[in-house]
């Protein structure tokens, strides 16, 4: 594992206690894209945490990118994320 996913991890699960954390690095898929020359990556997120039950998608994805802080400027170019509650079907 990645010491970026392993700081990804980590700060999710401190901020989000989540039932179901899954990253994946999708940085060799975007190799040469003018993005990702900065040396920053893509990664793809499945979180499911209780504290997402009754929001909205916008703020579970603003919790998210609050949970990672200044690794969205420092090591993060691209994020896709599905944030479900625990319970909440596969879309």
Aim: aromatic share 4%; net charge neutral.
């Amino acid at each position: 594992m990645s010491a970026r996913v392993e700081q990804i991890r980590e700060r999710l699960h401190a901020a989000l206690a989540p039932s179901v954390l899954e990253i994946e690095d999708e940085s060799h898929r975007h190799a040469g894209h003018a993005g990702a020359r900065d040396g920053r990556g893509h990664f793809r997120v499945r979180v499911v945490s209780g504290q997402f039950a009754g929001k909205a998608p916008l703020a579970r994805h603003r919790a998210v990118y609050a949970a990672l802080g200044e690794l969205m400027q420092t090591d993060i170019h691209a994020l896709a994320i599905d944030a479900r509650a625990p319970g909440e079907e596969e879309r």
